[in-house]
């Protein structure tokens, strides 16, 4: 890993408190243009995944929402990288093979450990643009508005989310909000748009995700 990258990961895993030291640290004064810090997201390049299986479409507009999820993948206690990508193959893997989509019906996964991992391809160079964005699957009736964002896991029988998940997840979120524009309040969970119980215990979180994710951008 690029020391640089070690660092910021440091601060990102510090939380919020990490959060306004981070934008003083060299290399990362682009922070401030974006109004928040811009979290370490490994390309589906770098996870090396699949390539699509097919087209996939660009909607030439800014989404106006973020759809939590969660991926009923096990509740593993391996917060490594290589873990990381581990689940990021195996959700593709299941939207390719299963679900005969297109690709991974997510843009972004966030890992127990918090690593993040892009998952539709296109989806970060999107969000670094700020003005476009890949359509997704994963929300019904949502996918031409938002973002939507899994977390490695199953948080529908009351398991806890890792400190490091959530603090990557307030982090991620911010920077999504900073550069589409999308304001804290806007971040939903899936059971908010139908009969499922997804996210499971980050839905009741929410409106703590949207109050810390607010204070992010505000640092
Ligand atoms: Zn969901």
């Known amino acids: ?9 440091r601060l990102l895993l510090a939380g919020a408190a990490g959060l306004a030291a981070a934008t003083a640290v060299p290399g990362t004064a682009h922070a401030r243009d974006a109004e928040a810090v811009e979290p370490d997201i490994d390309s589906t390049g770098t996870w090396d995944a699949r390539p699509p299986q097919g087209t996939i479409g660009v909607l030439q507009y800014r989404p106006s929402r973020i759809v939590i999820h969660h991926t009923v993948s096990a509740n593993t206690s391996d917060f490594s990288r290589a873990q990381a990508h581990a689940h990021a193959h195996w959700v593709q893997d299941l939207h390719l093979d299963k679900n005969n989509w297109v690709d991974t019906g997510y843009h972004f ?3 127990r450990g918090g690593w993040i991992t892009e998952g539709r391809h296109g989806s970060l160079q999107a969000l670094v643009g700020g003005r476009n964005f890949v359509l997704g699957s994963h929300t019904s009736g949502q996918n031409s508005q938002a973002i939507g964002i899994a977390c490695e896991g199953a948080y529908h029988a009351g398991a806890v989310p890792p400190g490091a998940q959530w603090d990557v997840l307030v982090t991620l979120c911010a920077y999504v909000c900073a550069r589409y524009g999308i304001p804290s309040a806007q971040l939903y969970g899936h059971k908010d748009y139908g009969g499922t119980l997804c996210p499971g215990v980050y839905h009741d979180m929410l409106p703590r995700l949207r109050e810390e994710v607010a204070t992010a951008r505000a640092a």
Request: charged letters at 25%; aromatic letters at 0%.
């Open 1 to 9: 890993m690029h020391p640089e990258n070690t660092l910021r990961r």
């Open 109 to 111: 996964l966030v890992s």
